[in-house]
């Protein structure tokens, strides 16, 4: 069943993105503000100077708009997002994110009181000079107090950014250089900081102000009835605040205690029932339980690792919503498969995991490790030698030896240059992974690159060992492309980065068509289309591929062309 709440303006995705949205104006602010400190540097004027902007970007009716409504959205967003939270284990990324969100408006409120409110109402003049001077040299306390809200901002926010572009394809490569501007931004804002302060503090800073500011400054500082009113708003902000969460906590245990007469079970294949409150999701019982279980995308219905099968009875069950349905849809999950995060049963329910995390690992159940890998479009070749068997039943071991490992190098070295990596080899055959960097477009060119380069050096290597040989060398190679789980998969020490999918049985099949059609090189539609390969003159055909309902559309490279380039000719 679709309801307004799943696809109307207030629909968890939405909502999602508002949080997002108001997240990353906050961020763009902080970042602003923090490299304005940096400037401290230079100098105290070049500070000031730099203030100017940052003032005329927020301090306008716009400006200040934009950015009040995303923090009250952002704060209340994040308050709902607790209370709807049924289970307050989570992993630690996540739980350093919540608790740093908390602390940011304890110890942030007295410095927006003293510089924002205090110029809207009382025209206090809060350049760099006045709340250097009080946080350096007349209350250090606040000073440090206030170190720390600048770290507890900055480190929150880049969590967030960190969980939102974590699965994106240009992100592994750009990682180290989003880290070192992570580390220096707050770094250099710091000592900016310390800078100011340490001019202010010197005897011989001569300090040139206007006396009409010192008087307005001095009247907001000195002034019993101005003091009582400002300590009134920081008590009225406070006092929000924690009234604010107070009052998720006591709908969080009142929910709690309604809900612990009204549990349901959940049946896992190893025995273990967990019981826990109705519209408790299944991955939720799972965390409460300390069962590993995967869930890439933390919850959200955008990937299908925390899949389950129902065992028995499914169409009961509530009905997945659009987000379910969508992703299951993807999967062409069949129908009593549902999404762990997304189904909350209203019944005693039983299901099978079926991504199941290895347990020789002794992961906690909630951490990110557990995760199998990310979903995303690569290209995949696989290769393998023709007739093997016959070519090496009657050489020494050491002789066939000799001749993977030269096979296997020149597979290795066009692999690699040609932007790919090598994944594995399996017996005589080896399978090549490409786009886990780039893009899928520019993956299929590599591959294409990649088969070319291949094709001509066996023939090179097919012409040193023709004498030697009964039979020609000759290769198979198929190619593929779509999406793929990639992720780190094995046991103990034997671990590594691989892929699974249909896209990878697909082109083991292509590699298996290219035998069957005695042709060095077998390409699916979706590459040729992708790379933009000159295929004129190229004989296609349409195959079936097994757990595939329609026929796949190929081209057949002969070895004739194999060894020519065609990435990029369209």
């Not at 000073?143 to 770290?151: F, K, N, T």
């Not at 479009?377 to 066939?400: Q, S, W």
């Not at 296609?540 to 329609?550: D, F, M, P, Y």
Request: with cysteine; hydrophobic share 45%; aromatic share 8%.
């Amino acid at each position: 069943m679709t309801t307004a709440s799943v696809t109307g303006i207030f629909s968890e995705r939405s909502i999602r993105r508002a949080r997002l949205g108001s997240g990353l104006v906050i961020f763009i602010f902080v970042l602003l503000h923090l490299s304005n400190h940096a400037l401290g540097l230079i100098s105290l004027a070049a500070a000031d100077k730099a203030r100017y902007l940052f003032l005329a970007i927020w301090r306008n009716p716009l400006g200040t708009t934009v950015f009040y409504a995303s923090v009250l959205i952002h704060m209340g967003l994040v308050l709902r997002a607790i209370y709807m939270r049924r289970s307050l284990v989570m992993p630690k990324g996540e739980t350093a994110q919540l608790v740093l969100g908390l602390l940011i408006p304890l110890l942030l409120i007295d410095h927006v009181i003293g510089t924002r409110i205090a110029h809207e109402l009382y025209g206090y003049i809060d350049d760099y000079e006045t709340v250097v001077e009080q946080l350096w040299i007349k209350n250090p306390a606040n000073g440090a107090r206030q170190v720390l809200g600048v770290l507890a901002v900055w480190f929150h926010g880049c969590i967030g950014i960190h969980f939102w572009l974590r699965y994106r394809p240009w992100y592994a490569g750009s990682a180290p250089l989003l880290l070192a501007l992570a580390i220096l931004v707050p770094v250099l804002s710091v000592l900016g900081f310390v800078q100011m302060g340490r001019t202010l503090a010197d005897p011989s800073y001569q300090l040139a102000t206007n006396p009409y500011e010192v008087n307005l400054n001095a009247h907001y500082l000195h002034d019993p009835e101005v003091r009582a009113r400002i300590a009134a708003v920081r008590a009225g902000l406070y006092g929000a605040f924690s009234a604010s969460l107070l009052l998720v906590v006591v709908a969080r245990a009142r929910r709690r205690l309604k809900e612990r007469l009204d549990q349901v079970a959940v049946h896992y294949p190893g025995g273990e029932v967990i019981r826990v409150p109705r519209g408790f999701t299944v991955l939720e019982a799972s965390r409460l339980g300390g069962l590993p279980h995967y869930s890439v995308c933390g919850g959200k219905g955008q990937c299908s690792t925390c899949r389950v099968q129902i065992l028995g009875d499914y169409e009961s069950l509530p009905a997945p919503d659009k987000m379910e349905q969508t992703t299951l849809k993807r999967i062409n999950a069949g129908p009593d498969v549902r999404l762990a995060c997304q189904l909350r049963p209203d019944r005693d329910v039983a299901v099978a995991p079926l991504l199941v995390p290895a347990v020789e690992t002794a992961l906690p159940a909630n951490s990110q490790e557990t995760s199998p890998g990310r979903e995303r479009e690569i290209a995949v070749l696989f290769v393998d030698i023709r007739h093997f068997t016959t070519l090496t039943e009657t050489r020494l071991p050491f002789d066939v030896v000799f001749l993977l490992n030269r096979y296997f190098a020149i597979i290795g070295k066009a692999v690699e240059q040609a932007g790919g990596r090598l994944d594995k080899f399996i017996g005589d055959g080896a399978m090549a992974l490409f786009g886990l960097n780039t893009a899928p477009e520019e993956a299929c060119r590599q591959a294409l690159k990649a088969a070319a380069a291949i094709v001509t050096e066996i023939e090179k290597l097919a012409d040193e060992l023709a004498d030697e040989l009964v039979l020609p060398l000759r290769i198979a190679i198929g190619i593929h492309t779509g999406p793929a789980v990639i992720g780190t998969m094995g046991y103990g020490r034997v671990r590594s980065v691989t892929a699974i999918g249909d896209t990878v049985n697909v082109a083991s099949r292509l590699e298996s068509a290219a035998k069957e059609f005695e042709a060095a090189i077998v390409i699916s539609e979706p590459v040729a289309a992708r790379s933009g390969a000159d295929l004129a003159g190229i004989e296609s055909h349409e195959i079936s591929v097994r757990g595939r309902a329609l026929p796949l559309k190929v081209y057949v490279i002969p070895r004739e062309k194999a060894g020519e380039p065609l990435e990029g000719k369209a």
